[in-house]
């Protein structure tokens, strides 16, 4: 697997519970190889004004190939009105990384196994 070829998507939740959730459940639909959480202050405009927020942003490492059923997955289960879902390309990785993101995730349209 080429480098270029995995990606890591973004999006923000705003407690610990529902991060835990939508990683554990991505990585178990072998949609993202894993998902790393961590705490992060957000400040947006949002409803007329302008919002302070604590929250949990999650990055799941995966490949482009299942990023439209990552996104989708995500969308499914987001507790916001209007999640950020985003995705950035990895330019380098480590042969023996990529190949564990590759082999980690399904092939987009399969069916994943039961864990």
Known sequence: MQAAELIAVYTTVADDAAAQALARDAVAARLAACVQIEPIHS?????????????????????RAMYAELEHF???RHPYELPAVHAVPVALASPAYAAWVAQAVRVSGAVPETP
């Open 43 to 63: 400040v947006y405009a949002w409803g007329g004004a302008i919002q302070s927020e604590p929250e949990q942003r999650l990055v799941f490492k995966t490949t």
């Open 74 to 76: 995500i969308l499914q």
